[in-house]
Antibody, heavy 125, light 111 residues
Framework: QLQLQESGPGLVKPSETLSLTCTVS??????????WGWIRQPPGKGLEWIGS???????YYNPSLKSRVTISVDTSKNQFSLKLSSVTAADTAVYYC?????????????????WGQGTLVTVSS | QSVLTQPPSASGTPGQRVTISCSGS????????VNWYQQLPGTAPKLLIY???QRPSGVPDRFSGSKSGTSASLAISGLQSEDEADYYC????????????FGTGTKVTVL
């Protein structure tokens, strides 16, 4: 059974960089069939896609966050990571990592089928 | 601010049928497939429906999805107490270079 687990600091100071890692177990991150993504959810609010990465390192990001986001992959450790720079209180959220599948022959046919449990990151001094 | 609009709440008694709508535009629902996620209190979202109307393995057939034009719907038939959760629609949006967008979310209450 595929499992994803987020890890990283639960508290980050304003203007600093938020760093999280997602460890994948029960499957290979190097599968050609999937991307790997990050999604966040501010307390009491809805979901926001941050960005996704392919095992080759190809990435695409939410345009609203693109200037501050970097997602990378380490296939030797079966992990992928998120860095979000210049954080403010508005970046306080539960951050989820997830596996992203897509539909063959369907451009834009993406979905997230396996999710980590999420980790709360609070931005505060 | 989400580009996919859902009603904030829906409710029903056990055994009833509940329907949740998701309104989008030509750049998202109108041209791409729709997914639905269920989020039970305090847990991560779970994929409920993908590709408009497909259920992943293990999802009861009480849940069904449909799409027409720039709108989509999720129906829960035979409502059960364990269905009380937040539900989100989602789709790829072709605007702004491409972005995966979620709906505003609907809280389903079992009365």
């Amino acid at each position: 059974q595929l499992q994803l687990q987020e890890s990283g600091p639960g508290l980050v100071k304003p203007s600093e960089t938020l760093s999280l890692t997602c460890t994948v177990s029960g499957g290979s991150i190097s599968s050609s069939s999937y991307y790997w993504g990050w999604i966040r959810q501010p307390p009491g609010k809805g979901l926001e896609w941050i960005g996704s990465i392919y095992y080759s390192g190809s990435t695409y990001y939410n345009p609203s966050l693109k200037s501050r986001v970097t997602i990378s992959v380490d296939t030797s450790k079966n992990q992928f990571s998120l860095k979000l720079s210049s954080v403010t209180a508005a970046d306080t959220a539960v951050y989820y990592c997830a596996r992203q599948g897509w539909l063959p022959l369907q451009i834009g046919g993406y979905y997230f089928d396996y999710w980590g449990q999420g980790t709360l990151v609070t931005v505060s001094s | 601010q989400s580009v996919l609009t859902q009603p904030p709440s829906a409710s029903g008694t056990p055994g009833q049928r509940v329907t949740i709508s998701c309104s989008g535009s030509s750049s998202n629902i109108g041209s791409n497939t729709v997914n639905w996620y269920q989020q039970l209190p305090g847990t991560a979202p779970k994929l409920l429906i993908y590709s408009n109307n497909q259920r992943p393995s293990g999802v009861p057939d009480r849940f069904s999805g449909s799409k027409s034009g720039t709108s989509a719907s999720l129906a829960i038939s035979g409502l059960q107490s364990e269905d009380e959760a937040d539900y989100y629609c989602a789709a790829w949006d072709d605007s702004r270079g491409g972005v995966y967008v979620f709906g505003t979310g609907t809280k389903v209450t079992v009365l």
